[in-house]
């Protein structure tokens, strides 16, 4: 077990107060803290001390990646620690962004290093993410339906916008006046009209922000369905001004995601997180595409080509599992990392998972973890560490709210109702594979472990309650 120094990314979204308070330091910090990385991703991993010397988690599982990860872990990750743990603290929007899916990020980061160029590819892995709320958590996720987005836009009745909300309305390729967002048609007229805002000629871009934000702020407080919505494009454009990345808001799927709450990111889904704090988990990579409201590059053409209109973006609220207090799990299809997360109230008990890499962050009160071999580390609010596949079974005792990250287990073809590409036509069904975690007998497999035993068989899965309102598929 290490205790983690994590990296804080100073990126200008970032609070001055979140990060600070977490880790008991004097707020406002003197800069901007948006990101708190725990984890061995080479531009920035976590700092440790392994027998009195100071060196990076990087480093430890390097060095020896069947002790760190563990057999089955390091071959089917080829050594390397597959997730990244984050604290993120959101004061300002996010660039509006997509991560592309394993075989993109393969051959474009490949042609990238035989060109020998710069590019926005930073490594050759998917980037799939879950970002779970401590706080009320807004984010823009995924695109609207053509029909809803073409009602945001007519909203706000002006004239420059109506070639755009007619190429929406087009789209109903079902011809049931719904537009489901199941067809090919729809899949297009959402792409097109991305593509539209985007590449808008930039001679008259300022002036179509402009009476964009101000009709939003003329109808923020209206009421109806949309005015979160418009709101949200107000207050974005005090940041960025004159980004044509405001007008793509409106086109995505607008909701407050509450505490406690996750919402899983696949690739190919358009999202930007506007404001909150949350822990987010994610393969290890950071190949983020971006279209606007940032000063960071830009690739518009290699965004539009990565981005899938069809994803949904699904709410995940965490399933109860055996496990010391209330211990619970974010069910979600990626293989690289899963989620747990317990409250303790003076409660001790086996952690879950029970095995395999981990990374644990407490972010309330202070709990105490103990290895077999009687190792122990005490982890305050906002302090984290690395138990490794080698220390096994570990014991958690105190009271306070811990975060464990580990690896995913699910396998190919595993999907979520509302991840698939045309989820309306499946039947509403749970295919989603996830450990039995180790309750009172430590015997028990690891997520790690792709064997039969760690796996609950699909069949013995309780039915899916299936919801969806306001755009949110329920996992339940
Ligand atoms: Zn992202």
Known sequence: MDLLQPIIKPYAWGSRHA???????????????????????????????????????????AADPERELGTDCARRFGGRLPFLLKVLAADQPLSIQVHPDRERARTAYAAQLRAGARGPYADDWAKPELLCALTPFEVLAGLRPPHEAADVLAGLGLTALRPLVDLLRDSDSDGDGHGDGDGRGDAQASSEALRTVLEWPSGRREALVGSVVDACRRHSSAGGPFAGAYDAVVRMARHHPGDPGLVAALLMR??????????????????????????????????????GLTAKEVDVPELLRVTDPTVRVPVVHPRTVAGPGLTEAYDCPAEEFALYRAELAGTCGPLVPGGGPR??????????????????????????????????????????????????????GVTVPGVAVDADSAPARAVLSHPTPPSSTPASSTPASSTPASSTPVSSIPPTKHIKDDNVVHIR
Request: aromatic share 4%; charged share 15%; with cysteine.
């Open 254 to 291: 607008h909701q407050v995601l509450e505490p406690g709450t996750a919402l899983f990111m696949p690739a190919g889904g358009l999202h930007a997180y506007v404001s909150g704090l949350g822990v987010e988990v994610l393969a290890n990579s950071d190949n983020v595409l971006r279209a």
């Open 19 to 61: 990060l600070a308070r977490l880790q008991g330091r004097a707020a406002p910090s003197a800069g901007p803290e948006a990101e708190l990385w725990m984890g061995a991703h080479p531009s920035g991993p976590s700092g440790l001390v392994r027998g009195g010397r100071a060196t990076t988690l990087r480093d430890v599982v």
């Open 359 to 412: 990374v644990a962050l407490c972010v309330a009160g202070s709990v105490r973890l103990r290895a077999a071999d009687g190792t122990a580390v005490r982890l305050g609010r906002g302090a984290s560490c690395f138990l490794s596949a080698a220390d096994e079974h570990v014991r958690v005792e105190g009271s306070g709210t811990l975060f464990v990250a580990a690896p995913g287990v699910a396998a190919p």
